[in-house]
């Protein structure tokens, strides 16, 4: 018998078709945050395609009142999302800093929008409601002498979990009984 071919861009196209919609996407942060936008084109999209970035693609990320918001879906468990999220996160800067014709030599500081990263999980592995993983854990040294950090909140659509999340956005029901 030879070895079985996981797709994985399966669940990552499942997820970015549920929430490519501007108003659907604003349910999902609405219901993260507690908050109660109504307005769709408040949000600016920044989903980095595969095409522009030679292999590397987000699911979704986008900006509202200057938060640079970056969501990923993980149907198995990854210590490593911090990691994936801090080289996501440069690329979204990138962006942002070339969108806005911002000069990174310049002697002004430049005002950057604050990012913050959420993974969806809905993996067989038992994990908390809500979590958070930190590149940091990952280096070699533990000194606490570390320039870079890198967080990355998990949250866990697994069936029993994170109810009141999935309850403010009924569209994760749609991802949480994908296992």
């Not at 990552?12 to 109504?38: P, Q």
């Not at 080289?87 to 990138?94: A, P």
């Not at 962006?95 to 969806?120: A, C, M, T």
């Amino acid at each position: 018998m030879g070895k079985r071919k996981v797709r994985r861009g399966y669940k990552d196209s499942l997820f970015r078709m549920v929430f490519r919609e501007k108003k659907e996407l604003l349910s999902l942060y609405n219901a993260i945050n507690g908050t109660n936008y109504d307005d769709p084109d408040e949000l600016v999209v920044t989903t980095i395609e595969d095409v522009l970035y030679m292999g590397r693609k987000n699911d979704v990320s986008f900006l509202i009142e200057d938060v640079m918001n970056l969501y990923e879906h993980q149907s198995s468990w990854n210590p490593n999302m911090p990691l994936r999220g801090l080289l996501y996160i440069t690329m979204l800067y990138q962006g942002f800093i070339e969108q806005n014709h911002l000069d990174i030599y310049s002697s002004s500081l430049l005002k950057l929008p604050v990012p913050r990263y959420i993974v969806f999980y809905n993996g067989t592995s038992d994990e908390p409601d809500e979590q958070e993983l930190r590149l940091s854990d990952s280096f070699v040294k533990q000194d606490n002498q570390s320039c870079l950090e890198c967080r990355a909140t998990v949250l866990n659509i697994n069936y029993g979990r994170s109810k009141e999340l999935l309850e403010a956005c009924r569209k994760l029901y749609t991802l949480k009984g994908i296992p």
